[in-house]
């Protein structure tokens, strides 16, 4: 399967279309934005580390009964999915206290939620991505409410999947962001599980692995992304 012409470049990947009108290939840039991409930069071989990375996670779903848009990865930078029609909204599921929500709420960063939030967001770089609810995404015609609660579901069984998984590898998983889209008329996870799209801390010593790395000018970024990716393979070939 080889890529055709590029449908869609975003921050951090390009989609190119295939001979199969119903499969796509994801191709991982090492492009890095931050703060609604007002933040630009390279981290070098991010693209590689999270294409490795969210096909052994995105695998490791589809195994625990998850259904997602993923079919092989191709190389190193790619990855064959299915084509999905975009639901226009983002669900972030949220483990500890970290970010905006910390900002908005008034949390200490690292505190520990009784359970999961699960936290809606319009799909929209132009717009910030902003945080919305039910009633916008009526509004807006954005989903329907049977749409909504499939993702929201989605949301919170990948998150209980992957809190499992890098709990096993000493690995928090403080929260997630999770996109979704219509193949076929059935609803699946799509986009990325990476550093990119998720906030990831050292069990033992809260050292962050993931992009804030960059977004803060903690340093070491590359090497946080390397070290997810070896841990994460590590898991996968025991």
């Known amino acids: 399967m080889r890529p055709l012409e590029a449908l869609y470049e975003g ?21 890095a934005t931050a ?25 490791y779903l589809e195994k625990n009964g998850l259904a997602t848009h993923f079919v092989k990865q191709l190389d190193e930078r790619s990855m064959l999915v299915k084509k999905l029609d975009i639901i226009p909204i983002e669900m972030v599921a949220r483990n500890i206290a970290a970010g905006s929500i910390s900002k908005r709420l008034g ?8 359970f999961p939030v699960i936290e ?25 409410p049977e749409q909504v609660k499939i993702c929201h579901n989605l949301a919170l069984k990948a ?3 992957l809190v499992k998984f890098f709990r096993g590898i000493g690995i928090d998983l403080v929260d997630i962001k999770f996109e979704f889209g219509e193949h076929n008329g059935t609803i699946l996870l799509g986009d990325e599980i990476s550093p990119d799209t998720s906030r990831l801390w050292k069990s033992d010593t809260k050292e962050k692995l993931d992009k804030d790395r960059f977004r803060r000018d903690l340093g070491k970024v590359e090497e946080a992304y390397q070290e997810v990716l070896e841990k994460v393979t590590a898991a996968n070939a025991g």
């Open 11 to 31: 921050k951090a990947k390009i989609v190119y279309a295939t001979e199969d009108h119903n499969l796509v290939i994801q191709y991982f840039k090492d492009d």
């Open 35 to 59: 703060f609604n991409a007002l933040k630009k930069g390279t981290i070098n071989s991010k693209g590689i580390c999270n294409n490795k990375i969210s096909a052994v996670l995105f695998e």
């Open 107 to 114: 949390l200490d960063e690292g505190v520990e939620l009784i």
């Open 120 to 144: 809606t967001y319009l799909k929209s770089d132009e717009l910030g991505d902003p945080l919305i609810n039910d009633d916008h995404i009526k509004v807006l015609n954005l989903a329907t």
């Open 159 to 161: 998150n209980e999947l």
